[in-house]
């Protein structure tokens, strides 16, 4: 276990001095690459001003995904209804996404406590 402890500090100890000397220039190159996002030059009001207009375009999307919801609902009342033409590889997909809306439900509680593990698994 020693050993083990010895080796991962070795790994993270290469891994700060690979960043260490590397990552100034990688900072440069992204933002070189991506100079046609910045806003120059930077100032609050304009900075408020880009915050309104992520907010409110946000909010002009929620009819349209409403919208995707409600079909993707309808796509659903519709299997239900038809639950004897139902396939073997639909099942299976539903069954996944009902196992990975536990698994969520599950990490969400576990970061909630802490990251304890209780309750679940005890």
């Known amino acids: 276990m020693a050993s ?7 790994k993270a100890c290469q891994a ?3 960043v260490a000397k590397h990552g100034t220039a990688y900072h440069k190159q992204l933002l070189e690459n991506n100079r046609q ?9 304009k900075c408020n001003e880009l915050s309104k207009q992520l907010f409110y375009t946000r909010l002009a999307s929620i009819p349209g995904r409403c919208e995707a919801f ?4 309808d796509y659903t009342k519709n299997l239900w ?7 073997v590889e639909d099942a299976g997909i539903a ?5 990975e809306c536990f698994a ?7 970061v909630g406590r802490g990251f304890t593990f209780t309750g679940y698994f005890v």
């Open 4 to 10: 083990k402890l010895r080796q991962l500090q070795s």
């Open 16 to 18: 700060t001095q690979f």
């Open 37 to 45: 996002y910045i806003q120059e030059p930077a100032t609050i009001e």
């Open 70 to 73: 409600r079909k993707e609902l």
């Open 81 to 87: 209804k038809n639950k004897q033409d139902l396939k």
């Open 95 to 99: 069954a996944l996404f009902g196992l």
């Open 104 to 110: 969520w439900f599950c990490t969400g509680e576990i």
